[in-house]
DNA sequence: CATTTCACCTGGTGGC
DNA sequence: TGCCACCAGGTGAAAT
């Protein structure tokens, strides 16, 4: 399940490997839910288009496009301004790969990018959760979340999301339109880390408490990027290579294990509709 | 508006 | 071996 920092990675490898390069050619599959832009209007907008850069904003990967028939490969687009671009969100099981073109088309494949360079971009995502967008930057605004990016916020920002809210921490945590980038995992395992039981009404912790869970939030994530995130299910990275941070998880999908630090039975409950791990213990 | 619930999907798992 | 109910969870729409 792709989270902020299985993003980042996927983006930055992504980014390695395709800037500068040119799309020469897409194929974009039959199913029309992946596509929340009209296939035959994205193809047409990919089309000759330069990719400038691959970066991350929330959950969202989002490929800097130059004007098509403008420029060369390589180099010459330093200083380009995009003029569109193309937005990945992966949701739950989708992969952004950089592949050679006579690789095995994987199931589920529903967007191929050949580039200039004989490289292919593939969007694989077996359960669609994933949205493909194209954004003409003439026309419209550029790509922004709409929730704070966790690795930058300041404490008194990050206070203020939670201010008054009545709903579970872990709700709160897991709400993109408050913080951009956390999911499922990095909720559990920064609740962990700053001591604190999931189901903590938001608005009730103490401006202390939630600088601790702002500084865990920023250390785990941190982290687990420099791991290459977390591969708990078929995630991989643009290259096909799964992360190591699983192997950190304190409490994430680790059900009636020991708590690595007190050694109390971890325990599960439901909250917002996820499933959520926590110790009794070192959690209050 | 704030919050909660549920549908959308497929693959993997465990029970029988 | 096969069948099937069930779970996983990011998101957005619908309900409360």
Known sequence: MPELPEVETIARGVHARVSGDRIVDVWLGRHHEPFKTAPAKMVKGLEGRVILAVRRIGKHIVCELG??????????????????????????????????????????????????????????????????????????????????????????????????????????LLNQTLLAGVGNIYADESLFRAGLRPGRRAGRLTRAELERLRRSLGEVLHQAIELGGSSVSDYVDANGVRGFFQLEHRVYQRTGEPCRVCGTSVRRTVIAGRGTHFCPRCQR
């Open 67 to 172: 004007e098509a028939g403008s420029g060369r490969k390589g180099g010459l687009q330093r200083s380009v301004e995009p003029s569109a671009q193309w937005i990945v969100h992966l949701g739950m099981t989708g992969r952004l790969l950089v592949t050679t073109p006579d690789a095995p088309v994987a199931a589920h494949t529903h967007a191929r990018l050949t580039l200039a360079s004989g490289k292919e971009l593939r969007f694989v995502d077996p359960r669609r959760f994933g949205r493909l967008e194209w954004r003409d930057l003439h026309r419209e605004r550029p790509f922004a979340a709409p929730g704070a990016e966790p690795l930058s916020i300041g404490s008194a920002e990050f206070s203020a999301l939670f201010r008054n809210r009545k709903l579970a921490i872990k709700a709160a």
